[in-house]
């Protein structure tokens, strides 16, 4: 009895060890900045032999074009032999988690060979088309002399053997064989209407050109709809006259999105009519691959408010004597936590980027800048590089400021 009970305790003390272990694997989030850090692939060389020394299966989430980078930057370039699965991400970032990975077969090293090991590696396996269609090889003669080649073979004696059952293997038909193949040279007779065929394919090439052109449209338009609009459809259209000083536009090409924003924060989105020209339509950049319209290109555009811009400009510069950055993970984790629910940043912003009403919170070099849009919604940003502020800052907190 005594036994059956030490039995049963160090069985589950064994599953609630394995289950603490499991539930202890780590995960890792980097962003769009992040990736293209020069300290990359040494972090996610760093997190590839972790895996490689716990038996992990990290399964990897990000960009198909990235895809690559990070199985390269994970196995240091095919040296370490590390268990990955992607998929694919529409956003812009990298999520990577990790599991218990499948146990790797060794084989152990003999006096007389060298050590061998068995790698274990998973790989995504492709999508086989196993519907093949077999070749036409035309009319042969092979169905009409089936039964003569039949009735021609040698009866063969399974029995003892002797010398005279030798004798059926003359009767071989050696001398028939080549009048059964004669009709076999009669076929690049029937195969010469084949070669008329390209004269009538000669116009198609002047055809697909006007495809391509409307291909790369919608590879422009489906590229911005997926990275800006998180995928949702975009059926209508804005000239670029109707565009205003409020709106996000993200350009690709000549394909222009148009991202605006109504009342109680409701997203609108559009494509601009016009393809996009540098020297016709005035666009400034914002940062992040966003742009906006020129103030001086929009219908309605005061342009009494440029010297309260300059009235803001003799402000003294306010310092924060440091570099922001926007690679410590651990205190944007914080920020977000602390002041923006946990929502996700995936933006940037320059010091002389900042407006009116902006909010600042800071954790050692990270600096999270929250916009308002409406009452409803805001953006949210981490600045980067110099934090010289040339306008007036109020003091919200112990190390949050609002621009004036």
Same mark, same amino acid.
């Given at each position: 009895?005594?036994?059956?009970?030490?039995?049963?305790?160090?069985?589950?003390?064994?599953?609630?060890?394995?289950?603490?272990?499991?539930?202890?694997?780590?995960?890792?989030?980097?962003?769009?900045?992040?990736? #293209?850090?020069?300290?990359?692939?040494?972090?996610? @060389?760093?997190?590839?032999?972790?895996?490689?020394?716990?038996?992990?299966? /990290?399964?990897?989430?990000?960009?198909?074009?990235?895809?690559?980078?990070?199985?390269?930057?994970?196995?240091?370039?095919?040296?370490?032999?590390?268990?990955?699965?992607?998929?694919? =991400?529409?956003?812009? =970032?990298?999520?990577?988690?990790?599991?218990?990975?499948?146990?790797?077969?060794?084989?152990?090293?003999?006096?007389?060979?060298?050590?061998?090991?068995?790698?274990?590696?998973?790989?995504?396996?492709?999508?086989?088309?196993?519907?093949?269609?077999?070749?036409?090889? @035309?009319?042969?003669?092979?169905?009409?002399?089936?039964?003569?080649?039949?009735?021609?073979?040698?009866?063969?004696? /399974? @029995?003892?053997?002797?010398?005279?059952?030798?004798?059926?293997?003359?009767?071989?038909?050696?001398?028939?064989?080549?009048?059964?193949?004669?009709?076999?040279?009669?076929?690049?007779?029937?195969?010469?209407?084949?070669?008329? #065929?390209?004269?009538?394919?000669?116009?198609?090439?002047?055809?697909?050109?006007?495809? =391509?052109?409307?291909?790369?449209?919608?590879?422009?338009?489906?590229?911005?709809?997926?990275?800006?609009?998180?995928? #949702?459809?975009?059926?209508?259209?804005?000239?670029?006259?109707?565009?205003?000083?409020?709106?996000?536009?993200?350009?690709?090409?000549?394909?222009?999105?148009?991202?605006?924003?109504?009342?109680?924060?409701?997203?609108?989105?559009?494509?601009?009519?016009?393809?996009?020209?540098?020297?016709?339509?005035?666009?400034?950049?914002? @940062?992040?691959?966003?742009?906006?319209?020129?103030?001086?290109?929009?219908?309605?555009?005061?342009?009494?408010?440029?010297?309260?811009?300059?009235? #803001?400009?003799?402000?003294?510069?306010?310092?924060?004597?440091?570099?922001?950055?926007?690679?410590?993970?651990?205190?944007?984790?914080?920020?977000?936590?602390?002041?923006?629910?946990?929502?996700?940043?995936?933006?940037?912003? =320059?010091?002389?980027?900042?407006?009116?009403?902006?909010?600042?919170?800071?954790?050692?070099?990270?600096?999270?800048?929250?916009?308002?849009?409406?009452?409803?919604?805001?953006?949210?940003?981490?600045?980067?590089?110099?934090?010289?502020?040339?306008?007036?800052?109020?003091?919200?907190?112990?190390?949050?400021?609002?621009?004036?």
């Amino acid at each position: 009895m005594m036994n059956k009970l030490m039995t049963v305790i160090a069985t589950s003390l064994m599953m609630m060890t394995q289950l603490s272990l499991a539930a202890e694997l780590p995960s890792w989030g980097l962003t769009e900045s992040q990736y #293209k850090l020069p300290n990359f692939n040494k972090r996610m @060389g760093e997190i590839g032999k972790q895996a490689y020394d716990n038996n992990w299966q /990290l399964r990897v989430t990000a960009p198909a074009d990235w895809h690559g980078s990070i199985r390269n930057a994970l196995t240091n370039i095919g040296e370490r032999d590390v268990q990955m699965s992607f998929k694919d =991400s529409v956003y812009q =970032s990298i999520s990577i988690t990790a599991a218990p990975g499948a146990k790797i077969a060794k084989i152990s090293p003999s006096s007389t060979s060298n050590t061998t090991v068995q790698k274990q590696v998973v790989i995504d396996k492709p999508q086989i088309d196993t519907a093949v269609e077999a070749p036409d090889f @035309g009319e042969t003669a092979f169905a009409s002399n089936t039964e003569d080649l039949l009735d021609n073979l040698p009866e063969i004696d /399974l @029995g003892v053997p002797t010398s005279t059952p030798a004798t059926p293997a003359v009767q071989k038909p050696v001398a028939q064989k080549p009048v059964a193949q004669k009709p076999i040279a009669q076929k690049p007779v029937a195969q010469k209407p084949v070669a008329q #065929k390209p004269v009538a394919q000669k116009p198609t090439p002047v055809a697909a050109v006007p495809t =391509s052109a409307s291909a790369l449209l919608s590879e422009n338009r489906e590229f911005l709809r997926k990275r800006h609009a998180r995928a #949702k459809r975009v059926e209508k259209e804005l000239s670029y006259a109707s565009i205003n000083s409020k709106d996000e536009l993200f350009i690709r090409d000549s394909v222009v999105l148009i991202k605006r924003f109504v009342n109680q924060g409701v997203v609108l989105y559009f494509w601009m009519k016009e393809s996009y020209d540098p020297a016709v339509h005035k666009l400034v950049e914002m @940062g992040s691959g966003k742009f906006k319209k020129d103030a001086d290109a929009v219908s309605g555009d005061q342009p009494e408010s440029k010297p309260v811009v300059e009235v #803001k400009q003799a402000i003294d510069p306010t310092n924060l004597n440091f570099v922001a950055v926007d690679t410590m993970v651990e205190d944007q984790d914080e920020l977000r936590r602390e002041y923006i629910r946990n929502k996700r940043v995936d933006y940037t912003i =320059s010091a002389n980027q900042l407006k009116k009403g902006d909010m600042l919170y800071i954790q050692n070099q990270t600096v999270l800048v929250e916009r308002k849009l409406s009452q409803a919604q805001s953006a949210y940003y981490w600045l980067v590089g110099d934090t010289t502020i040339t306008q007036e800052l109020e003091t919200k907190g112990d190390n949050s400021f609002e621009i004036k």
